[in-house]
Each structure stands twice: as structure tokens, then as C-alpha cells.
């Protein structure tokens, strides 16, 4: 978890787009914030859901749901195992007075003390690369952080087409502008596909994909060679 954390980490300092997706209450956790139940709704969708219906139920919750103050989980192995939400928690059924604390505990087991081991070395491989820079961390907002890291889904071609600089080619040369209008007419799924194999990944930086340096250089004469490209440069090799 530390070396992933690290990877996080390296990933914001040299502004490299990864392709993760960790629920958003990660980053806020990442800066300092709290969980509150919309991270809930997001992390774990059907449970919160159940939680949710459980608060707004308005007939007696101790009859209906027999609940006490446990909750059971499916470990890595398939394992079911329950834990105690407070002390004595396997005796204490829940009723309509103390059911906003046991949602309250569930949200505090699943988003904090159950993986207070594993998200406290992952926090602790990240910040040992990025505490340098702890002014400008606490600048974000996790899903500023999130963007940053893990890129937009958004993509401008035209402002890629804008910023593109050419090696042996100009953009008035017919094989550029057949390229560009091939790229243009793509379906999304298409695009993201190319976008990562010129550039290793199928999302655009926070500021676009006009703000990335992308070059296409001519690749030869011979018009029966497959494109190429050197994703860490952001460079794609187009025969004529």
C-alpha cells in the first residue's frame, strides 16, 4: 500500500496521467478530510443505499430489520467475518432513536477504522514524495486531486490538432489532413484508444489536451507501414 502511495505520489510530482480509480473519498482522505455519507453513497453504493432507507423508514426499525450493532463483511478469500461497531455491539439492537449512530458507525468502520492499517501506508508512501509541496497539496480539492492525477474524461482533438507540432510533415500536406480528418470522424471509444497509444493513456491532462506537447513526424515512403508512437513522448511515427 506504501509503494502504490508512492506511485501516486511520483505520478502528481512529474504530472503523469494514471489509469486508476479509487472512489473520491481517497483523495479527501489524502488531504486531511473527513468522510461524511456522500462518500458512503459513492464507495459503497448498495449498502448506503440500504443505510439511507433505514434513516427515512417510519415504522418501527427494531421489528422490521433486527439489527444490533455488528457488521459483517466478505474478506479477500471469501471469508465472512463480523466485526463490533462500538463495544458490546452484538447486543445492542438498533431502534428508531439509535439508528443515526449506527449509520454512523458503519460509515466510520468502512471509511476509516477498518482500513486504518492499509490506507495509513498508503497515505504515508504519498506524502513521503509529495510533503515537500505541502503548501501547494492543501491548495486542492480532492477532485482537483483526482483530475490531476487520473486526468479528464473530456477531449478537445481540435485543440490537440491546434498545439501539434510536425517532423518532416507540415499540416498542409495531404497525409495530415487526411489523418486528422480520419481522427476527427472517430467514435469516443475510437479516439480514447488512440489517444492512448500515442500517449499511454486514453485521458486528457486537468488543462486539456492542448496543453500537451504531441508531434507527428514522417515515418518513411512506405505507405504499407502501421503507424507507430513513443508513448513517453507524447510522439506518434505516420508513414506517407
Not at 55 to 64: H, P, Y
Not at 98 to 110: D, G, P
Not at 177 to 200: N, P, Q, R, S, Y
Amino acid at each position: 500500500f506504501e509503494l502504490i502511495g508512492i506511485i501516486l505520489g511520483l505520478a502528481l510530482y512529474n504530472s503523469v496521467i494514471l489509469d486508476i480509480h479509487f472512489p473520491l473519498v481517497y483523495y479527501k482522505k489524502l488531504l486531511g478530510k473527513k468522510p461524511i455519507f456522500e462518500d458512503l453513497l459513492q464507495s459503497h453504493p448498495s449498502l448506503a443505499k440500504g443505510l439511507k432507507q433505514l434513516l427515512e423508514f417510519t415504522e418501527d426499525v427494531r421489528s422490521t430489520y433486527c439489527y444490533n450493532f455488528t457488521h459483517t463483511y466478505s474478506t479477500s478469500f471469501g471469508e465472512q467475518k463480523v466485526v463490533e461497531l462500538k463495544a458490546g455491539g452484538a447486543e445492542i439492537n438498533h431502534d428508531n432513536d439509535n439508528r443515526k449512530e449506527y449509520v454512523q458507525l458503519v460509515q466510520n468502520a468502512l471509511l476509516d477504522r477498518m482500513i486504518t492499517k492499509q490506507f495509513g501506508a498508503f497515505s504515508s508512501g504519498f506524502h513521503m514524495v509529495v510533503d515537500g509541496g505541502s503548501e501547494f497539496i492543501e491548495m486542492f480539492r480532492a477532485e482537483e486531486l483526482e483530475l490531476t492525477i487520473c486526468g479528464c474524461e473530456s477531449l478537445d482533438f481540435k485543440a490537440l490538432e491546434r498545439v501539434t507540432q510536425y517532423d518532416n510533415f507540415t499540416k498542409d500536406d495531404r497525409v495530415v489532413k487526411e489523418f486528422w480528418e480520419i481522427v476527427h470522424a472517430m467514435t469516443l471509444e475510437d479516439k480514447k484508444k488512440f489517444l492512448a497509444f500515442c500517449t499511454g493513456s486514453d485521458r486528457s491532462p486537468i488543462r486539456g489536451l492542448g496543453s500537451i506537447t504531441f508531434v507527428i513526424s514522417k515515418n518513411g515512403p512506405d505507405s504499407d507501414l502501421l503507424p507507430t508512437s513513443h508513448t513517453c513522448f507524447n510522439h506518434l511515427l505516420l508513414p506517407e
